[in-house]
């Protein structure tokens, strides 16, 4: 009798989407998510541009809001529960990737859940509708969240 391969659940995908525009609009999101999947015992992988926007995020994790906390640090510079990083290889994360790049990252199919941030800005929303063709012509389950 043949043995049944298995079967790995799908990525789920969640576009969150705020009519709010300006710069950190995106971030602010991401750590609102971030910190929404901490609190339900998730590991955290947030991809950013380059090294420089990892950084800029870690000086704004530390910073704001100022009535939370977000155990975080850099992927290259230690663990946590919630880690920030760019290039091709995430680690050990498998858990929830929060996307804060212009792409869709190669590595986001090996992770449960992508969730992608999305502002007001009409070129933010121009490249967060590739990148939804681009899970939905896969066929990834997509589903967005208006936050406002």
């Known amino acids: 009798m043949a043995s049944a391969a298995r079967l790995l659940p799908m990525t789920e995908v969640t576009f969150y989407l705020s009519s709010k525009v300006g710069e950190g609009v995106r971030q602010a999101l991401a750590w609102r998510i971030a ?22 995020l870690d ?31 995430p680690g050990h994360q498998h858990d929830v990737l929060i996307n804060l790049s212009d792409g869709v990252p190669d590595f986001s199919s090996r992770f449960q859940r992508v969730a992608e941030m999305i502002s007001g800005d009409e070129a933010e929303r121009q490249q967060g509708r590739e990148r939804f063709r681009f899970y939905r012509d896969r066929g990834f389950p997509v589903t967005t969240h208006e936050l406002g």
Request: proline share 8%.
């Open 35 to 56: 910190d929404k999947a901490l609190k339900q015992g998730r590991q955290v992988y947030v991809h950013c541009q380059n090294e420089a926007h990892a950084r800029q």
């Open 59 to 89: 000086a704004q994790f530390w910073q704001s809001p100022p009535t939370g906390f977000l155990p975080h640090a850099l992927s290259s510079e230690g663990q946590a529960p919630v880690l920030l990083g760019f290039g091709d290889d």
